[in-house]
């Protein structure tokens, strides 16, 4: 028995790692996966390749996915086959442009798994079916034609030689000859080699009538099954055969396609213009609990809900009059009482004379499903409520520490203008210890000015918007180190600091944060292995040369770039207090800071998507290390 064929999937982004993280998600044995990474290439493989589904992501460079998923329904090879978008949650107007012109379904990123198999799985096996069945009933409905057009072949043998003696014209549409070419032949002359005794058994049998089967030539060398029926008389067969290999092909091809219903995860079943349940599947068995033997004594409206009985019988009667149901939502009742959610398709079958024979139901349990995209729902509710929250609360925090930060400067001028007057004023009347304290106040003046116009940088940057272009980073680390007066080439410093700039992958970012946020992160370095007999600071990337997860500088994180130093280091049991507004590890007499420099840090990086972490051992030096996303304009760039 050959093997079942396997489905074949599409998938379309230009993100490679998606594209694995797809296949991975729904890795089967019966399925295979190409894959393409533009628009172009989507389309030659459609078009060369026999698929069964496409993953298709919503927006790709010069050419988005609702353009590909246009083309593909306009062509008769790729028409039918069924696209799911894959798309962002703030794409929801092309999302409804593409399910109305394209896509059977659509899925949110970030994708939830069981949601994504299942509605893979349902598309395949829904395809599948298509498939067969459109298969089938083309070969059902040539055989037919041919059965249908065919007439019997009417003969005269003599019983001892078993040659023809006369024969009709139909002898010409079953086996190519003509009257005259067959008349005088022998039968045997027709037949595979094997058949050719038993036949001539036949010949010797003394009954009046009998019937059997025949393999026989065609002229064309074709092979025939001709079923016979034949009248011994008087040393003669008076014979008809019938061409049967159409029916026996068609009997074999229904007996699969009955198999196939009945083996179906979905439930199959017929019943009559009364309700009464004539034929019942197996899926119907496994959604309902009803056994076969048990559905055949029942009706339709013992799975009916009470409320939806007079639904129900409107249903039917709707079908009965000739209407098609398709993909109607209701709800059903199993043998355990549960109720459950249904997709609901019904036809009428009917003979020659247009009597109705039954009603044919599928059925397909989406009670986990609708459950399932519920929680989502609910979930996106909640979090969309908590962002709405988080927004405002974060507002108002920026507002708030603007106003206190700019209402505390005209006090602190006020403070350190009226101190330096006094020591003008008065520094010769003062003992040196008056003069010490003055000069106290005077200095944490400076620095409160200082703690305020870090604060009122801080809280600007939530308001700052991102302006976003690609970014050469090496060329933006130089310039900081030349504006910090430290560099001196790519492996020199100067001041006795050591200074490496290793290859670093270009970003996608606002620019002028990435300088706030080099200039914080290597000043920080400096400052910190000043002390050290030999200062020096690495600046690099993850995986060193090259763009990209997989090449250098990429992770799972992102692009991935680091500050290091062989400074004073930190103890790693603090590192949560590293980020945080005003958290110091070390006093103001080892190193000046006022805590705000990693904070910006962590904010900037945030706001880009990124993530920022710290490694470190005291005494051994520090690492820290930043994230940003590699999309367009970093990526193939």
């Known amino acids: 028995m050959a093997a079942a064929k396997k489905a074949m999937i599409l998938i379309v982004d230009e993100n490679a790692r998606n594209v694995r993280s797809l296949e991975r998600m729904l890795s089967a044995?019966?399925?295979?996966?190409?894959?393409?990474?533009?628009?172009?290439?989507?389309?030659?493989?459609?078009?060369?390749t026999d698929l069964d589904l496409i993953l298709l992501e919503m927006q790709m460079p010069s050419m988005d996915g609702l353009e590909v998923a246009q083309i593909l329904k306009t062509n008769r090879r790729t028409r039918d086959v069924p696209v799911i978008f894959l798309a962002e949650k703030g794409e929801g107007q092309a999302v409804g442009m593409g399910r109305e012109e394209a896509a059977i379904e659509y899925l949110y990123r970030p994708l939830d798994p069981a949601i994504t198999r299942a509605t893979v799985s349902a598309l395949l096996l829904q395809q599948r079916?298509?498939?067969?069945?459109?298969?089938?009933?083309?070969?059902?409905?040539?055989?037919?034609?041919?059965?249908?057009?065919?007439?019997?072949?009417?003969?005269?043998?003599?019983?001892?030689t078993l040659k023809f003696e006369d024969v009709n014209a139909a002898v010409n549409d079953m086996l190519g000859y003509t009257v005259e070419e067959v008349r005088g032949s022998s039968l045997l002359f027709y037949l595979h080699e094997e058949e050719k005794q038993k036949v001539q058994a036949f010949g010797k049998d003394t009954r009046e009538e009998f019937s059997f089967e025949t393999r026989v030539w065609t002229k064309s060398r074709a092979v025939r099954l001709l079923q016979w029926q034949v009248v011994r008389r008087n040393g003669r067969w008076f014979a008809g055969a019938r061409d049967v290999t159409g029916v026996k092909e068609a009997e074999e091809i229904k007996h699969y396609l009955a198999t196939v219903v009945k083996q179906s995860d979905e439930a199959v079943y017929l019943h009559d213009a009364e309700g009464r349940i004539i034929s019942w599947n197996t899926g119907a068995e496994k959604i309902y609990g009803f056994t076969e033997k048990e559905a055949l004594q029942m009706k339709i409206w013992n799975i009916v809900p009470e409320h939806l009985m007079s639904e129900a019988q409107q249903l039917v009667n709707t079908v009965i009059a000739g209407a098609e149901v398709k993909s109607l939502e209701t709800t059903r009742i199993t043998r355990q009482g549960k109720v459950i959610d249904v997709r609901f398709s019904a036809s009428v079958l009917v003979d020659a004379e247009k009597k109705v024979l039954s009603i044919a139901i599928t059925e397909r349990d989406i009670t986990e499903e609708k459950r399932a995209k519920e929680k989502i729902r609910e979930a996106n509710r909640e979090l969309e409520k908590a962002l709405s929250e988080l927004q405002l609360v974060n507002k108002e925090l920026e507002s708030f520490s603007y106003s206190v930060s700019h209402d505390l400067r005209a006090p602190l001028r006020a403070l350190d203008g009226y101190s330096h007057m006094l020591s003008d004023e008065f520094g010769t009347v003062l003992n040196e210890e008056g003069k010490r304290l003055l000069g106290n106040i005077r200095r944490?003046?400076?620095?409160?000015?200082?703690?305020?116009?870090?604060?009122?940088?801080?809280?600007?940057?939530?308001?700052?918007?991102?302006?976003?272009?690609?970014?050469?980073?090496?060329?933006?680390?130089?310039?900081?180190?030349?504006?910090?007066?430290?560099?001196?080439?790519?492996?020199?410093?100067?001041?006795?600091?050591?200074?490496?700039?290793?290859?670093?992958?270009?970003?996608?970012?606002?620019?002028?944060?990435?300088?706030?946020?080099?200039?914080?992160?290597?000043?920080?370095?400096?400052?910190?292995?000043?002390?050290?007999?030999?200062p020096a600071v690495i600046i690099g990337s993850i995986g060193g040369a090259g763009v990209g997860a997989g090449g250098a500088g990429g992770t799972e994180d992102g692009c991935v770039?680091?500050?290091?130093?062989?400074?004073?280091?930190?103890?790693?049991?603090?590192?949560?207090?590293?980020?945080?507004?005003?958290?110091?590890?070390?006093?103001?007499q080892e190193f000046e800071g006022m805590g705000v420099g990693l904070a910006i840090v962590q904010r900037i990086i945030a706001r880009h998507g990124g993530k920022v972490w710290a490694e470190g051992e005291p005494g051994k030096g520090a690492t820290f290390y930043f994230s940003l996303p590699c999309g367009d304009g970093v990526i193939g760039k």
């Open 29 to 48: 044995p019966d399925r295979l996966f190409v894959s393409a990474s533009n628009g172009k290439d989507a389309l030659k493989t459609a078009l060369s």
């Open 129 to 160: 079916q298509k498939k067969e069945l459109s298969e089938k009933d083309a070969a059902l409905e040539n055989y037919s034609l041919l059965i249908g057009n065919s007439t019997d072949l009417l003969c005269t043998l003599d019983a001892g």
């Open 444 to 534: 944490n003046a400076r620095r409160m000015g200082m703690l305020i116009d870090d604060l009122l940088s801080f809280s600007r940057l939530g308001r700052k918007e991102l302006h976003k272009s690609p970014v050469d980073m090496r060329e933006l680390v130089v310039e900081v180190l030349q504006e910090l007066d430290v560099f001196s080439g790519d492996a020199g410093g100067k001041g006795g600091v050591r200074i490496e700039v290793r290859e670093l992958p270009p970003a996608h970012a606002d620019q002028s944060l990435l300088r706030q946020v080099w200039t914080n992160l290597i000043s920080n370095a400096l400052k910190y292995s000043a002390k050290s007999a030999a």
């Open 561 to 588: 770039y680091f500050v290091r130093d062989n400074g004073v280091g930190f103890n790693m049991e603090y590192v949560g207090k590293l980020f945080g507004v005003f958290q110091r590890l070390h006093s103001d």
